[in-house]
């Protein structure tokens, strides 16, 4: 059991939340992640990423969008309440070292998985230039926490309501064509966009790291769930990654994998909109 | 065959003991008909998870009871992997003392109620068995295991279990890491001499593969549970979602977190491929995940559980052990309307239990013997829609000394599905070896241990399947239970 220390909305479907788990705030890195369970019997075991920690406090922070079944339960606890299970820290923890410069490209919730590894790369003596992209300024989170770390900060809405009208392609293009050109790219978002980032970086051969948020159960290596097709090799992403040479990994594969459960899900998640699930 | 109700089996069972005399001559025992299993009706159960496998009445065991012939050499002990008293406790039931069998039983084993149910009998103690080989039948030996598990029931629906007695603390602390077979044998008999200890589970519930892994319908959940509330019971401390090599090392654990010895018992659990085309589909899923989503997420309880599972109308499975016959009858229960089970050599060389296979095919089942798939088909949405496969024969024994099957060229041939699920086995995890430098490991990935389980770190033991590779309850308790004996001395001396 976990409780929540602290609750607070960052946009109409993202949320943040400060939980006790005083051995995951001590053991954890840059790049990894937890995972979750509302009920210990019939709940399902979600992946969410430690986007902060405090290890003196011992607490973790996680920033979700509530899109399913999990997620908009979970946002409906408050500061207080108990997160029956969780577990962690998952994942192989991001390469950090100084490269030089490092482009660090978020799309919409992406920018909470984001964060933790632009502080890093930051601390470890990187130049880092931050491109954020969201359909428009109500969806843009973490706005001034990436501020403060960024030496460049570039903002992309799809409306223009804030900072540059355009894909988060569109400024990573420009940096790739510049000289010297980055000597990494980090994306994180979206599937398609991670796609579209890898694809915009490939002419220009920059590095490019992503974190993939496929469907997982245990989050161990144990049940083969979450794999991913990588050059010409499988691998599972909850041991191996999340991250990988994004200029390698099968995205259509990915994508579609992800919409294993399409029907069943738009079942449960009209039943939790009912609001009998809580 | 025609299923006889667990009522008709009874029924016969009280005549053929009005017929027997007090004194049997071993031709008498042998005349006595092995009793049969009372099992659900097939049609009913291909829809429900209940155990399919119901017991023995009295009667049925007191009569199987008595086809033991309480051999001088009980060659049927030396066919079991812990060496249970078995002619002991077979007689014990004949006499009706029910409570010394389980006594008996219980010096040896600590998981009768499991055993009982899941052992592979046939290639184990039943094997040797004197009645089986006169009557020329592994299948007529006495049934060991049947009564193995009527009194273990018998003790548990009468509350009789006691806790064991516990010895004065000793002030000496265990970790114990993994909550299978192995983990939990390993902490009663640790607990037992006063020792501290402490399990670690990566999932939310304790059990090991006897929860995930192994369904209801075969082994219900209650069964494993009971095991667990009786080492909380004993003092035993439980830490679930908890994963050793993450939130904690084993060397945190041992130099900051004042541990004195530690137990790994984390299994085997990762899951093999084929590496054949199309395997990454939607729709294909490892044993391990489709048996997971179904019994420890309960997916199979539509109404309540959160974890969906695919809703699949033609499933093939692709492997002959017991997780293979696992999965296809889950499957079969979930709704598929038609299950294949595709294995390359013939029913003589699957692994799996042969109780398991005969309820199988009961379920209807559709087995596919000799061959194997060569690609998995998809529709252009990346959905499987169908699988490739070749016909097999048998040729010249290889290694293991199973005819090596060979693929017919040109003999590929199409079945539409919706559904794979890929048992072919598991390997180690490598979580424990990554993150724990100087534990060795041989090239399977299983960590080395010693006849007494103990690894090439001191104070660190290892046991059951993370040591043997993926193998069986019995081993991983039998293994538990002399790592336990020696963590035990070596406490002791410190
Ligand atoms: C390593 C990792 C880290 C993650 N970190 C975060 C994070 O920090 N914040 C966050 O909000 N989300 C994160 N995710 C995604 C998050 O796990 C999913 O959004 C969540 O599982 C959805 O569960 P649900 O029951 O609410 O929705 P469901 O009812 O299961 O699904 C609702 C909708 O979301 C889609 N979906 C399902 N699973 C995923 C997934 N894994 N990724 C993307 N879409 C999905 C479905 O296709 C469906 O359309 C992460 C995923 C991974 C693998
Ligand atoms: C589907 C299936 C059917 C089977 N059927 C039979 C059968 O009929 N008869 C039979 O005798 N055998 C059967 N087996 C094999 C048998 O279940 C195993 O041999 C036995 O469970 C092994 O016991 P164990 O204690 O070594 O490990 P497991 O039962 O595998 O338990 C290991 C535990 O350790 C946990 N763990 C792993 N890593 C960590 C970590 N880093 N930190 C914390 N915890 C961790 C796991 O979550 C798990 O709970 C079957 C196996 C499967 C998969
Ligand atoms: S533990 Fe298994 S092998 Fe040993 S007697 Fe019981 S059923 Fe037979
Ligand atoms: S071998 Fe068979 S008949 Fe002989 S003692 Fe053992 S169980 Fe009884
Ligand atoms: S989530 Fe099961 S192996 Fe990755």
């Known amino acids: 059991?976990?409780?929540?220390?602290?609750?607070?909305?960052?946009?109409?479907?993202?949320?943040?939340?400060?939980?006790?788990?005083?051995?995951?705030?001590?053991?954890?890195?840059?790049?990894?992640?937890?995972?979750?369970?509302?009920?210990?019997?019939?709940?399902?075991?979600?992946?969410?990423?430690?986007?902060?920690?405090?290890?003196?406090?011992?607490?973790?922070?996680?920033?979700?969008?509530?899109?399913?079944?999990?997620?908009?339960?979970?946002?409906?606890?408050?500061?207080?309440?108990?997160?029956?299970?969780?577990?962690?820290?998952?994942?192989?923890?991001?390469?950090?070292?100084?490269?030089?410069?490092?482009?660090?490209?978020?799309?919409?919730?992406?920018?909470?998985?984001?964060?933790?590894?632009?502080?890093a790369m930051k601390a470890a003596g990187n130049k880092v230039i931050i491109i954020m992209g969201a359909r428009n300024r109500e969806l843009l989170i973490l706005e001034n926490e990436m501020r403060a770390i960024a030496d460049e900060l570039i903002i992309c809405t799809d409306d223009g309501s804030v900072g540059r009208k355009c894909l988060v392609t569109e400024p990573l293009k420009e940096l790739c064509e510049q000289d010297p050109k980055p000597d990494l790219a980090v994306a994180i978002g979206p599937p398609v966009m991670m796609k579209f980032c890898a694809e915009t970086t490939r002419p220009y051969s920059v590095p490019t790291q992503v974190s993939l948020n496929t469907i997982m159960v245990d989050g161990t290596g144990m049940c083969g769930g979450c794999r991913v097709t990588v050059g010409d090799e499988t691998k599972f992403v909850c041991v191996d990654?999340?991250?990988?040479?994004?200029?390698?990994?099968?995205?259509?594969?990915?994508?579609?994998?992800?919409?294993?459960?399409?029907?069943?899900?738009?079942?449960?998640?009209k039943i939790g909109l009912e609001g009998d699930s809580q | 065959m025609t299923h006889l109700s667990p009522e008709q089996l009874a029924q016969a069972a009280i005549r053929t003991l009005e017929k027997t005399s007090e004194t049997l001559?071993?031709?008498?025992?042998m005349a006595i008909p092995a009793q049969e299993m009372p099992t659900q009706d097939p049609a009913e159960r291909r829809s429900n998870m209940n155990e399919v496998a119901l017991g023995y009445s009295p009667e049925q065991a007191r009569a199987e009871a008595l086809r033991c012939l309480q051999c001088k050499t009980a060659p049927c002990i030396a066919g079991c992997p812990v060496g249970i008293d078995i002619p002991g406790f077979i007689q014990a039931i004949a006499d009706g003392d029910n409570k010394k069998a389980i006594d008996i039983i219980k010096i040896d084993s600590l998981l009768p109620a499991v055993c009982g149910r899941v052992c592979p009998q046939e290639t184990q103690c039943q094997a040797p068995c004197t009645v089986g080989k006169v009557l020329k039948s592994v299948d007529k030996a006495v049934n060991i295991g049947r009564l193995e598990r009527y009194v273990a029931d018998w003790e548990r629906e009468n509350r009789l279990i006691e806790i064991p007695a516990i010895k004065p603390d000793t002030g000496k602390k265990v970790g114990i890491i993994g909550t299978g077979p192995a983990g939990l044998t390993v902490a009663a008999d640790i607990r037992r001499e006063g020792h501290d200890v402490t399990l670690f589970e990566a999932f939310h519930k304790p059990g090991g593969v006897m929860v995930y892994g192994i369904p209801e319908f075969r082994l219900p959940k209650a069964i494993v549970q009971q095991e667990i509330d009786a080492l909380t019971a004993m003092g035993c401390e439980l830490k679930t979602n908890f994963v050793i090599g993450?939130?904690?090392?084993?060397?945190?654990?041992?130099?900051?977190?004042?541990?004195?010895?530690?137990?790994?018992?984390?299994?085997?659990?990762?899951?093999?491929?084929?590496?054949?085309?199309?395997?990454?589909?939607?729709?294909?899923?490892?044993?391990?995940?489709?048996?997971?989503?179904?019994?420890?997420m309960r997916a199979y309880d539509k109404q309540r559980a959160d974890t969906p599972i695919f809703d699949s109308e033609k499933v093939a499975v692709l492997g002959g052990g017991n997780v293979a016959m696992d999965a296809a009858r889950?499957?079969?229960?979930?709704?598929?309307?038609?299950?294949?089970?595709?294995?390359?050599?013939?029913?003589?060389?699957?692994?799996?239990?042969?109780?398991?296979?005969?309820?199988?095919?009961?379920?209807?089942?559709?087995?596919?013997?000799?061959?194997?798939?060569?690609?998995?088909?998809?529709?252009?949405?990346?959905?499987?829609?169908?699988?490739?496969?070749?016909?097999?024969?048998?040729?010249?024994?290889?290694d293991s000394g199973r005819r090596r099957p060979i693929a017919i060229e040109g003999s590929e041939f199409e079945i539409d599905l919706d559904t794979v699920i890929v048992a072919i086995g598991n390997d180690s995890n490598p979580l424990i070896r990554q993150t724990t430098p100087g534990l060795e490991t041989n090239k399977w990935g299983n960590i080395v241990a010693d006849e007494n389980g103990k690894s090439s770190i001191d104070r660190i033991y290892a046991g059951g399947d993370i040591v043997l590779g993926a193998a069986t309850v019995i081993l991983a308790m039998g293994e538990g239970r002399k790592a336990a004996a020696a963590m035990n001395e070596m406490l002791a001396n410190i």
């Not at chain 1, 969780?86 to 490092?102: K, M």
């Not at chain 1, 990988?244 to 449960?268: C, P, T, W």
């Not at chain 2, 042969?354 to 990346?382: Q, T, W, Y």
């Open chain 2, 246 to 296: 993450r939130t904690r090392k084993i060397q945190d654990l041992l130099d900051e977190d004042g541990f004195d010895a530690l137990f790994i018992g984390t299994g085997a659990g990762l899951p093999r491929f084929m590496n054949i085309e199309g395997e990454n589909l939607v729709g294909v899923y490892s044993a391990n995940e489709y048996l997971t989503r179904s019994n420890l």
């Open chain 2, 330 to 398: 889950t499957a079969v229960r979930l709704g598929a309307k038609e299950v294949h089970l595709i294995y390359r050599r013939t029913e003589v060389e699957m692994p799996a239990r042969v109780e398991e296979v005969h309820h199988a095919k009961e379920e209807g089942v559709i087995f596919h013997m000799l061959e194997n798939p060569k690609r998995i088909l998809s529709d252009e949405k990346g959905w499987v829609n169908g699988i490739e496969c070749l016909r097999y024969e048998l040729g010249e024994p290889d």
């Open chain 2, 25 to 29: 001559t071993p031709k008498e025992r």
């Open chain 1, 241 to 269: 990654g999340p991250e990988f040479d994004g200029h390698l990994v099968d995205f259509d594969n990915m994508i579609n994998r992800l919409s294993s459960y399409k029907k069943q899900e738009a079942h449960s998640c």
């Open chain 1, 1 to 119: 059991m976990n409780k929540i220390r602290e609750k607070k909305q960052l946009s109409e479907t993202v949320f943040l939340m400060r939980v006790e788990a005083p051995l995951i705030a001590r053991e954890r890195k840059a790049g990894q992640f937890i995972i979750l369970q509302l009920c210990e019997d019939f709940g399902e075991r979600i992946p969410l990423t430690i986007a902060d920690a405090d290890p003196a406090a011992g607490t973790i922070t996680l920033i979700f969008q509530a899109v399913g079944k999990t997620t908009k339960k979970l946002a409906l606890m408050n500061a207080g309440e108990k997160i029956a299970a969780l577990v962690g820290p998952l994942g192989t923890p991001t390469h950090i070292e100084n490269f030089g410069t490092v482009v660090c490209v978020g799309g919409g919730i992406g920018v909470a998985p984001l964060h933790p590894i632009a502080q």
